[in-house]
């Protein structure tokens, strides 16, 4: 079975710091990793995804992430954060094959003070 | 190009009723997935339908069913209703070539009373 962990619940950086957004995984077989936003009132939008190419994965609105599997783990970054990136974050894997069955973490709440 | 459409967006049920919701995935997607969102429980997989066939099945109680038509919008029904229903109900659609890159629509917030 796979999972995610994303530890904490919330998040709060000031405008221009670093993001930094932790998700671990576990996972029987080669993962997809993926991070998905969620604005308020509105559904996911992915931001990024990995599926065993390079390890370094870029996304849209300056996100990145970096797979490492010595550490089971694929964390989201952002080198300055913006007032628009306050919203709620998800990770989330997939078996490859199973193209829309995601598992998804418990999601972070990003918040940006001015 | 048109997004993921659900509806109804808002809706309020007592226990014991049923609920259908509807999700017109963009054009040229075959798959349909849906999601249930709840603070308790987050993000939970429910099924998801490619070229009108269930592919995938989540840990859900037979209440939860779900098909896709010809041209591809789907729908799901919850039958009896229950209080732990209450939930955004999310539906994605894809390619379904392409693992876990998902449009999601606004979602239905389904409340039960």
Known sequence: A?????LGSHVSVSEGALVLLRCNYSSSVPPYLFWYVQYPNQGL????????AATLVKG?????????KSETSFHLTKPSAHMSDAAEYFC???????????????????SVRP | KAGVTQTPRYLIKTRGQQVTLSCSPISGHRSVSWYQQTPGQGLQFLFEYFSETQRNKGNFPGRFSGRQFSNSRSEMNVSTLELGDSALYLCASSLGQVAGELFFGEGSRLTVL
Not at chain 1, 60 to 68: H, L, S, T, V
């Open chain 1, 45 to 52: 939008q992915l931001l990024l995804k990995y599926t065993s």
């Open chain 1, 92 to 110: 989330a894997v997939s078996e490859a094959g199973a193209n829309s069955k995601l598992t998804f973490g418990k999601g972070i709440t990003l």
């Open chain 1, 2 to 6: 796979q999972s995610v962990t994303q």
């Open chain 1, 60 to 68: 849209i609105n300056g996100f990145e992430a970096e797979f490492k």
